[in-house]
Nanobody, 119 residues
Framework: QVQLVESGGGSAQAGGSLTLSCAASGPFYGSRCVGWFRQPPGKKRERVATIDRYGSSNYADSVKGRFTISQLNNENIVYLQMSGLKTEDTGMYLC?????????????WGRGTQVTVSS
């Protein structure tokens, strides 16, 4: 069973930075994709960024130029570096795994880590 565990959330001032980590364990190799999603308070979950095993990444328009997704393949860890934080970045950030490699079939989810950005 694939398991994903997020860490690195917390509080930051607007304009500040935070780095989130997602550690995957279990049969999570070969073609696969990892995504970061977030759910702001009272709003729907939204995709933030994805990265496949080969390093191809995609970002939501709202975070382009501010967030960077990266990975350590040999350790199955994916990072989300967040800078230029805005109050609207506040939310629960979840890591998700897609074993098909398409970045459209996220079946495995972590429990999330809270990010709070204050003005």
């Amino acid at each position: 069973q694939v398991q994903l565990v997020e860490s690195g959330g917390g509080s930051a001032q607007a304009g500040g930075s935070l780095t989130l980590s997602c550690a995957a364990s279990g049969p999570f190799y070969g073609s696969r994709c990892v995504g970061w999603f977030r759910q702001p308070p009272g709003k729907k979950r939204e995709r933030v960024a994805t990265i496949d095993r080969y390093g191809s990444s995609n970002y939501a328009d709202s975070v382009k130029g501010r967030f960077t997704i990266s990975q350590l393949n040999n350790e199955n860890i994916v990072y989300l570096q967040m800078s230029g934080l805005k109050t609207e970045d506040t939310g629960m950030y979840l890591c998700a795994g897609d074993v098909t490699g398409t970045c459209h079939d996220f079946r495995y989810w972590g429990r999330g880590t809270q990010v709070t950005v204050s003005s």
